[in-house]
C-alpha cells in the first residue's frame, strides 16, 4: 500500500543551521500521528516541509506527489480544486484523507 505521507532522508536546514536531519517515515492511509517535542524541535519545520514551504533535500511523498522533486512542487498547482469533500479530494487522483489547509 502507498503511503499516505512519507519522508526520506528529509534534511532541512534554517539560516545554515540543521533542523531537521535525515529524517525519515511513512504513515499509512488512515493512520493518525502527532508531533510533539519542546520548542525548537523541529515540528513547525516538519509540516512547512510537508507544505512545500522548505528547501528540503530528501523525498517527501505527499499521496502520490513527490513534494521535493522536479520544477513545480505546489499541491494545488498539481491537482485542480474540486473542493474539499472526501470524494472530491479523491478524484484528484489522492487517498481523500487530507483537508483543506486553507481558504479564501
Known sequence: MTPMLSFE??????????????????????????????????????????????????????????RTGGGNTSWNSAHGSRGCSQPNLVSTGGAGYLYCFAVN
Open 9 to 66: 532522508n528529509i534534511n532541512v536546514a534554517i539560516a545554515g543551521a540543521p533542523v531537521l536531519r535525515n529524517v525519515t517515515f511513512a504513515l499509512k492511509p488512515g493512520a493518525s500521528a502527532a508531533l510533539i517535542g519542546r520548542n525548537g524541535a523541529g515540528k513547525t519545520t516538519t509540516v512547512r516541509t510537508i507544505m512545500g514551504f522548505t528547501e528540503a533535500s530528501g523525498t517527501v511523498q505527499l499521496g502520490h506527489f513527490d
